[in-house]
């Protein structure tokens, strides 16, 4: 093995709001070896009472994101090898916009409030007695809802918007890319209320444009363009009086 | 701290100094051609509807579009919020409207 008895100058964030340090450890090189398994290797070897969230390991769950060498990234997809920098040393520190409830475990419940603030949830318009209802997937609306759906909710974006420093009432990327693409769902009912929600004090309108969550999507969403769909189309609906 | 009616406010109004500020440059290049004086400057616009509409319009559109931005800058930088917010807004729109006003009457009513 071209990495055998080579290790990695690590340096992992421990404590909590008040009171946290970057602490440093070895860890043995791998092949393919990932910033998750770095981490669950400090903690299975060195600290056993290290705090960090993962599940699925395989990039669907959204837990595991921290942030690497000062970006927000999903650690159980990212090598190792393609974040290293020139001194061979790694950083690893909660994610940012979030309070820190120990370690690298983050309160994620602000940013789930806000998906409920965003009225992220599918508001139906049928029952089950109705016919399933047909929509084409080449459908300007379905598209459109398409291209946002894949998002698994790891925070990555609301860590890297400046927006969302700057204005706690922000709703973040997230959220808003996830009332977009409800707004362009055919089958939900709740399309003016979603766009009162998403116009409110920190809404889609806060948005500078400046696609830091465009950026580091690890699904390679683009929350900036559906924010944007947001804003036009609650400007129409608002001059329209329809709000 | 920005409605959505500010925000439509904005863009509107961006809108409407798109076209403007290319006119401005525009003449701006035509007016430098054979020197720039006060006395050619004010031959064209003195008197003018024409230009005391576009400077007019200018003002406007700029006094609303420059608050609305500053009104952003004040509440995420300096975190002031509600009925301080609305004052230092209107008086952002009070200021740039005079100083505004005061040059568009300078060159065309003077």
């Not at chain 2, 209107?90 to 568009?104: E, F, Q």
């Amino acid at each position: 093995m071209a990495n055998e008895g080579k290790t990695i100058k690590v340096l992992l964030s421990r404590g909590d709001n008040s009171n946290s340090a970057l602490k440093e450890y070895e860890v043995p090189a791998k092949e393919s070896q990932t910033v998750l398994d770095v981490v669950t290797w400090i903690q299975r070897n060195l600290e056993p009472d290290l705090s960090y969230r993962f599940a699925c390991r395989v990039g669907m769950c959204g837990s595991c994101a921290m942030t690497v060498n000062g970006k927000p990234r999903w650690t159980c997809r990212t090598h190792v090898s393609k974040v290293m920098d020139g001194d061979k040393t790694i950083t690893i520190e909660p994610l940012r916009n979030m309070p820190v409830i120990k370690d690298l475990a983050c309160d994620l419940n602000e940013f789930f409030e806000k998906w409920t603030k965003a009225k992220g949830h599918f508001i139906p318009t049928k029952t089950r007695d109705d016919q399933v209802q047909l929509i084409s997937p080449n459908e300007k609306a379905r598209r459109e809802a398409n291209a946002g759906i894949e998002c698994i909710n790891c925070g990555v974006c609301y860590a890297s918007c400046d927006v969302v420093e700057n204005d706690s009432s922000y709703l973040g990327p997230a959220a808003l890319n996830r009332a977009w693409t409800l707004v362009n769902d055919v089958r939900d009912g709740g399309k003016i209320e979603r766009l009162k929600a998403v116009t409110s004090e920190g809404g889609c309108q806060s948005c500078h444009s400046q696609q830091g969550c465009t950026t580091y999507c690890p699904n390679t969403l683009n929350p900036t363009r559906s924010i944007a769909g947001l804003k036009k189309v609650a400007a129409i609906a608002t001059l329209k009086g329809e709000m | 701290m920005l409605s959505i009616k500010l925000y439509i406010a904005q863009r509107l109004t961006a809108m409407l100094m798109a076209p403007l500020v290319l006119l401005h440059l525009g003449v701006m290049i035509y007016a430098i051609q054979g020197g720039l004086t006060a006395g050619e400057i004010l031959g064209r616009t003195q008197g003018s509807f024409f230009w005391g509409l576009i400077y007019g319009l200018f003002v406007v559109a700029l006094s609303i579009h420059a608050a609305i931005g500053l009104r952003v800058v004040i509440y995420e930088w300096l975190g002031v919020t509600g009925a301080r917010l609305n004052w230092i807004t209107t008086a952002i729109v009070i200021l740039l409207l005079g100083l505004g006003s005061k040059a568009v009457y300078a060159v065309v009513l003077s």
